[in-house]
């Protein structure tokens, strides 16, 4: 259930009022919003860029314990934003099952929050997966979040493949035949 505040309340019974998007994601670059300027919400310095332009997927809202996902696209983004998803290596899985929301702020007329209540809070999830995709003219960066119930039995930062155990430690087979094994691999005694 949302709690509505009051200041988001009286602007919802005017006849006109103004948001914006705060996209918080994990990663240097990824505070951002679709405000033609700054928005300073719980300490965080939400960013904004004409070269970026922000897609979201539909919230979709049910009491019932759901595995639901959001996906969040940016069209434009600077490389320097979207790279330290992108590289290989470390930096490459570093965000995958951190934590990511999705905010929709009411402004005033000068474009500034209402109060410091004026944020409402529309999908808290985990980063999931991410896209690049890129041609001469266009290119978009998305990333997924999906309801903590979706990775419930994944092990933060266990890498469960052997191409990603691989990126690592080279030699290492562990998971040639992981695929037969039935039992829990236990070290020691």
């Known amino acids: 259930m949302i709690t509505i505040p009051n200041s988001v309340s009286t602007a919802l019974e005017a006849s006109t009022y103004r948001t914006s998007l705060l996209v918080h994601l994990p990663g240097v670059g990824f505070k951002i919003t679709d405000n033609h300027k700054p928005i300073t919400y719980a300490g965080t310095t939400y ?29 434009g983004a600077d490389k320097s934003a979207y790279q330290e998803y992108t590289n290989s290596g470390a930096d490459y899985v570093r965000h995958v099952g951190k934590t990511g929301t999705l905010y929709l702020a009411f402004l005033d007329d000068n474009y500034e929050l209402l109060d410091s209540t004026s944020v409402l ?25 999906a309801s903590h119930w979706a990775t419930f039995e994944v092990t933060n930062g266990r890498f469960t493949n052997s191409s990603s155990q691989q990126e690592y430690y080279p030699d290492d087979e562990i998971f040639k035949y992981s695929h037969q094994e039935k039992l829990p691999i236990k070290w020691g005694s």
């Open 47 to 75: 960013t904004t860029s004409d070269e970026i332009v922000l897609k979201t997927s539909n919230v979709s809202r049910t009491s019932d314990i759901a595995a639901n996902s959001y996906t969040i696209t940016f069209a």
């Open 121 to 145: 809070e529309l999908y808290t999830g985990v980063v999931d997966t991410w896209e690049l995709s890129e041609s001469n003219s266009t290119s978009e960066f998305s990333v997924k979040l």
